[in-house]
T-cell receptor, first 113, second 112 residues
Framework: EAGVAQSPRYKIIEKRQSVAFWCNPI?????LYWYQQILGQGPKLLIQ????????DSQLPKDRFSAERLKGVDSTLKIQPAKLEDSAVYLC???????????FGSGTRLTVV | GNSVTQMEGPVTLSEEAFLTINCTYT??????LFWYVQYPGEGLQLLLK?????DKGSNKGFEATYRKETTSFHLEKGSVQVSDSAVYFC???????????FGAGTRLFVKA
């Protein structure tokens, strides 16, 4: 089966600019997650979708981050405006059921200068 | 709340050495437990899992046993290879399967 696709792989932007990341999950996986992984740390959940509804966005900085999952398939994560501390790898994952584990994409490495 | 604690790295071993990476957790109920591996420049990959007490997850020579009495899920491998060099993350999914949290990761270096 095809894996979780993410793009772009790398992005460099200046602070206060905006950026968007795209994710296409494994076909049939109803649950989609966006994680932020700062260098040297474990992934931190930003937002979780079940189909096209939001299940958990408690750690999403809503003043600058937004995400959507149209038609319960692809998802886009946006940052506007970006700050230096947003430099991280943004990982998308999908699952059939959490208790069986996730499949992660390769991530997008964002550098804010 | 739920939490996962891993041993700090980096762990440096010679090829064919025995590996143990400790992981302990705090959770109510009966969580599922996981080990993920992250190779340089890649996303995390599920390495193994265990969904109930005394289960042993295994894959690619790695194994871990779900010990409820000690709230632990230590990762072991009998003989590591250079290609095992990566960051290893312990994780748990709560009883309802609603939320998964990750440990901070343990970096493993294997020298030839």
């Amino acid at each position: 089966e095809a894996g979780v696709a993410q793009s772009p792989r790398y992005k460099i932007i200046e602070k206060r600019q905006s950026v968007a990341f795209w994710c296409n999950p494994i076909s049939g996986h109803a649950t989609l997650y966006w994680y932020q992984q700062i260098l040297g740390q474990g992934p931190k959940l930003l937002i979780q979708f079940q189909n096209n509804g939001v299940v958990d966005d408690s750690q999403l900085p809503k003043d600058r981050f937004s995400a959507e999952r149209l038609k319960g398939v692809d998802s886009t994560l946006k940052i506007q405006p970006a700050k230096l501390e947003d430099s991280a790898v943004y990982l998308c994952a999908s699952s059939l059921e959490q208790r069986y584990g996730y499949t992660f994409g390769s991530g997008t490495r964002l550098t804010v200068v | 709340g739920n939490s996962v604690t891993q041993m700090e790295g980096p762990v440096t071993l010679s090829e064919e050495a025995f590996l143990t990476i400790n992981c302990t957790y705090t959770a109510t109920g009966y969580p599922s437990l996981f080990w993920y591996v992250q190779y340089p420049g890649e996303g995390l990959q599920l390495l193994l899992k265990a969904t109930k007490a005394d289960d042993k997850g295994s894959n690619k020579g790695f194994e871990a046993t779900y010990r409820k009495e000690t709230t632990s899920f230590h990762l072991e491998k009998g003989s590591v290879q250079v290609s095992d060099s990566a960051v290893y993350f312990c994780a748990l999914s709560d009883t309802g399967g609603f939320k998964t949290i990750f440990g901070a990761g343990t970096r493993l270096f294997v020298k030839a």
